[in-house]
Nanobody, 128 residues
């Protein structure tokens, strides 16, 4: 069974930094994608950043470009989201999600489309 577990959320001041982790288990192939999504109360879910486990290609939403960095540690089966220059509007529950790759699947398509598996989320609160 595929399983995703997020960690690293918490309270941080505006302008501060936080690193989220997504630990994946149960994958038998490297042909999949991991994405970070977020949802604030009353708002639609947003694809923040995604990465190809196979080749490391990445995608970022315009709202986080230049501030967030996604990376992978394949030896640990873990994907990280380094969040810098945090703003109050970044406050949300952040979810790790996975999608199995198929022909013509792209990292951008993954991040704006439906995912196959989801973690339970970790809360990030940006406030002074």
């Amino acid at each position: 069974q595929l399983q995703l577990v997020e960690s690293g959320g918490g309270l941080v001041q505006p302008g501060g930094s936080l690193r989220l982790s997504c630990a994946a288990s149960g994958f038998t192939s490297d042909y999949y994608y991991i994405g970070w999504f977020r949802q604030a109360p009353g708002e639609e879910r947003e694809g923040v950043s995604c990465i190809s486990i196979r080749d490391g290609s990445t995608y970022y939403a315009d709202s986080v470009k230049g501030r967030f960095t996604i990376s992978r540690d394949n030896a640990k089966n873990t994907v990280y989201l380094q969040m810098n220059s945090l703003k109050p509007e970044d406050t949300a529950v952040y979810y790790c999600a996975a999608r199995i790759g198929m022909l013509f699947t792209t990292v951008q398509g993954v991040c704006v489309g439906n995912m196959d598996y989801w973690g339970k989320g970790t809360l990030v609160t940006v406030s002074s």
